[in-house]
């Protein structure tokens, strides 16, 4: 158990973003409510997963809704933390610690002000490895681990518990009603993770990893170096593409934003035009026809210059971009992983390749 | 305390049929499943509200969903059961008793279905009087009795318990959305009254009501008279309407059937043309341009010859038909009550005046 530096919330905040993955939400404001709590003496008190007690009690949260009502209205931790003390009366029993479902965008952040809220440490760990749509992509879901009892709560003073369902991608689909009822915003805990089922089945340690990016990037940035060149120094993690925004289409559909991105490469060797899909995050990237890499692989896009991570919903016309890929987290890789977050599963007629054997 | 006789589960399926107001659906699916318990011994055990204890907990049910929905599947009593149980378990305490939110249509037998599979009687009480379309216009809610914590379950394995609402619009609204989700039709269980909430706020003795009403229905038929005028001799209750349906608009909005009816008179005092709106129940009839009843009173059109009740969603083209009206119970005539169930709940531009007077 340490506890993360002032500085560390920036750094945080940066790789968080390159881990959204498009998606997520780029977490500014939750940064700045973050700095607030420590000027105001708060800390963020981050425990490894090797420190959980096997039966420790730890409380998975997110913030589930519509991408641009996460952006229109202030963040909103306090919502989470009623779903959190429902999900203890309804179980009986406090939780030890606070976890994010996913490390990249917001919620990486909303997990650690829920924590300073509630005076809770934060593990080292999260279910994605980055950012995806759907709570059934979560790593414990994907080894079968239950979903339900599932509590969702806003600001007001509304608080739905689903008790029981019949898949977790049920809870999904139950959830996501009762948020757009909501107002398309809304806080949520999932069922209780005891520390053994995190040992085993959580991505481990990505908020340290989230925190290293940043600070690679930070790092090179501070040295007139190339942030970019920064982060794809490290292992699992491949510049794809440079390239300058052509177009951008872009609809909302069934609750999700959907769209393509096309690219014109700067005559570099990595060829003269990219399409990258995306559904909430990037999904699939194409160069010159052929594919570069796919869900649940990371494509992430960065501004070229501070590699500062931009989202689908925000990116535009003549921006210029650096798109890198990172490895997907083995749990995800793997068959299980595969059919509930590979390219099947977001509609796609092919199989999954890792993107390091595309590149060959 | 009684127990309901063979011959009065056919009476109270037409009486609740009548007290439907077109909405709520015929109860004929549900007669049948009685029907059926009943030959394999199992018994409804009425209760009269004031063998309740003060403190005796009630189990206030529906089934909540699209009205084509109920048509198409079979009964399932086992969904309000499993929401029974849901609540239960989140209050930690269990029921004395069961009793129906509305007792027109079928809802009134599902109280009845579920009592039996419990093995708990059923209050000779409602919340409506009638048939009304969505949570919060029972008379509980009127009251101002909270209608969270509401439990929702299917009959596969879904259960959702909404623990707390910023109102009881919201709780209709969330379930609502929830219900859509599971298929748009589901059990539902209100937040536990009291045996002391129950003599104070329900609508008593409707069970008893509707039984009356079907027996003099089927009286009437069996000694040839007329079984309208059977009914309509009681009191509060006037034959508004003789006549033909010449044609019925009828569309799907919002989740509810909403249209119009209209009525060619056989040259009777009644007049020439009556007007009636449905949203799901018939709200409104007009006569030659003048009011005749609205919401929360009654409406109901009976078939001229057997006087059985005719849904608003099956109505159709050359059905001679008679539209009797029926007082609302004073909680609903009250000015709390048409807040939430008077005209202007229902979108009208107008104040609601009682039959009686509009009759004179």
Do not use: W
Not at 144 to 149: K, M
Not at 270 to 289: K, P, W, Y
Not at 339 to 357: I, K, L, N, Q, S
Request: aromatic share 4%.
């Amino acid at each position: 158990m340490r506890e993360l530096d002032y500085d560390e919330l920036e750094a945080l905040a940066i790789g968080a973003g390159v881990l959204g993955t498009g998606g997520g939400n780029h977490p500014h404001l939750e940064l700045m409510c973050a700095q607030a709590d420590y000027r105001r003496g708060r800390r963020i008190r981050l425990v490894d997963p090797d420190e959980l007690a096997d039966d420790g009690r730890v409380a998975v949260v997110c913030i589930m809704g519509a991408p641009l009502v996460t952006k229109e209205r202030l963040p909103e931790p306090q919502s989470i933390c009623r779903a959190v003390r429902r999900m203890e009366a309804h179980t009986g029993a406090p939780f030890d610690a606070i976890m994010s479902i996913e490390i990249g965008g917001e919620n990486a952040f909303f997990a650690m002000l829920v924590g300073m809220e509630l005076g809770l440490p934060v593990v080292d760990a999260d279910t994605m490895g980055r950012a995806f749509p759907e709570a059934q992509m979560a790593s414990f879901a994907i080894r079968g681990l239950e979903v339900a009892p599932f509590a969702i709560a806003d600001i007001r003073d509304n608080e739905v518990l689903i008790a029981r369902a019949e898949s977790a991608t049920r809870v999904e689909r139950i959830g996501r009603r009762i948020v757009v009822e909501l107002g398309s915003i809304a806080g949520t805990c999932t069922a209780p993770r005891s520390g053994a089922e995190v040992k085993a089945h959580a991505i481990l340690r990505s908020v340290s990893r989230a925190i290293a990016i940043g600070r690679a990037i930070q790092a090179a940035r501070a040295a007139g170096g190339d942030p970019v060149a920064a982060i794809v120094d490290g292992a699992h993690a491949r510049l794809g593409f440079t390239g300058k925004v052509e177009d951008v289409s872009r609809r909302t559909e069934g609750g999700f934003v959907r769209g393509t991105v096309r690219l014109a490469g700067g005559g570099s060797h990595h060829g003269t035009e990219m399409l990258i899909d995306f559904q909430n995050e990037f999904s699939v990237a194409r160069c010159d026809g052929a594919l570069v890499a796919s869900v649940p692989d990371l494509i992430t896009v960065l501004d070229e210059e501070t590699a500062e991570a931009i989202g689908a919903e925000v990116i535009r016309y003549g921006q210029r971009v650096a798109v890198v890929v990172l490895a997907a987290d083995p749990i995800m890789r793997s068959p299980e992983g595969l059919a509930v977050v590979g390219p099947r599963a977001f509609g796609y007629d092919f199989d999954y390749r890792p993107f390091e054997e595309l590149a060959r």
